[in-house]
């Protein structure tokens, strides 16, 4: 039925992702907190001798507990203030306890989750590419914001992702040309080895003759993952359209003096968003750009 039924099926899709986004926003938030308290915990098990006090809070902490509450007045958000985008708009972007408030960024994750599924879904169909994709798109945005924030790639979604990438292909079998997983098992394997190896010696190249390090381990295993999904195929439009992007944004930032010289700028955002053009339009770019196609 949702094959002969585009609009419905498309429609779903956006239901679908503007609840993801929900999800996302408390990932993009909880998850570097989780990741903080864990490695605090593992290094005072290495400092405080046996017996001594951790001053860790045990309260649980992980992406159900405890329920979402206002940071400024702590009041629980009720399940109405809690549905993607119309929560934010119904209270005016104010906490409706406190009047705190509320970061627009929330109601902007859920709402590019949402389009952006949409799109996903009417660009591939009823069809396992569409999942794909999906999965694909739903961590790129999760590991974007949380770059955005920290300077930091989980690992927990990162080589997830890489292994979801490899199953997709060993279990959806053969895809049509058409497809963005076309390049199958094979070209992603050595894909994931391409990608990791080739920035880890951008990185270590960068650090002997600057002394300076340029990206984290966390930007190899992004490309890694994107070229598991996409294959080795995608390795130079992904490096050369982030490259780019990534440059001529951090030129800009720096000379509107909004950005210092030496801060780090984060590379995985530009890495996301480029294998999410090559994801949606890989093929496109590939004949309008044909020297990009050196891997056949
Ligand atoms: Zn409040």
């Not at 294959?231 to 000379?255: E, N, R, W």
Request: aromatic share 10%; glycine share 10%.
């Amino acid at each position: 039925m949702l094959q002969s039924a585009p609009f419905l099926l498309v429609g779903l899709a956006t239901l679908l992702g503007l609840l993801v986004g929900s999800f996302l926003n408390v990932v993009i938030y909880r998850l570097p907190v989780m990741m903080e308290r864990a490695w605090r915990r593992e290094s005072e098990a290495l400092l405080v001798p046996a017996g001594g006090s951790a001053a860790v809070a045990a309260e649980p902490f992980d992406l159900v507990r405890p329920r979402s509450a206002c940071p400024a007045c702590k009041a629980p958000i009720k399940a109405r203030h809690n549905v993607p985008v119309l929560g934010w708009l119904w209270l005016r972007g104010r906490c409706a306890a406190c009047g705190a408030p509320i970061s627009a960024r929330y109601p902007v994750v859920e709402a590019l989750t949402g389009l952006v599924s949409g799109f996903l879904v009417w660009q591939f169909g009823y069809t396992p590419d569409a999942l794909g994709a999906l999965v694909l798109t739903w961590s790129l945005i999760a590991l974007t914001m949380i770059d955005l924030d920290h300077q930091l790639l989980p690992d927990s979604i990162t080589l997830p992702l890489l292994w979801a990438g490899l199953l997709f292909h060993l279990v959806a079998g053969p895809r049509p040309d058409t497809s963005p997983f076309a390049a199958g098992l094979a070209d992603g394997v050595i894909g994931a080895m391409a990608g990791y190896l080739s920035l880890w010696l951008v990185y270590h190249g960068f650090r002997l003759v600057t002394g300076k390090e340029g990206m984290g381990y966390g930007d190899f295993k992004l490309f890694a993952a994107l070229l598991a999904w996409l294959g080795y195929q995608m390795f130079l439009p992904i490096l050369l359209l982030s490259a780019l992007t990534g440059a001529v944004t951090g030129v800009a930032l720096i000379a509107l003096g909004r950005h210092a010289r030496q801060e780090p700028i984060p590379f995985g955002p530009y890495l996301a968003a480029a294998g999410f053009v090559a994801l949606a339009w890989g093929e496109p770019l590939l004949t309008a750009v044909p020297f990009l196609r050196i891997f056949p």
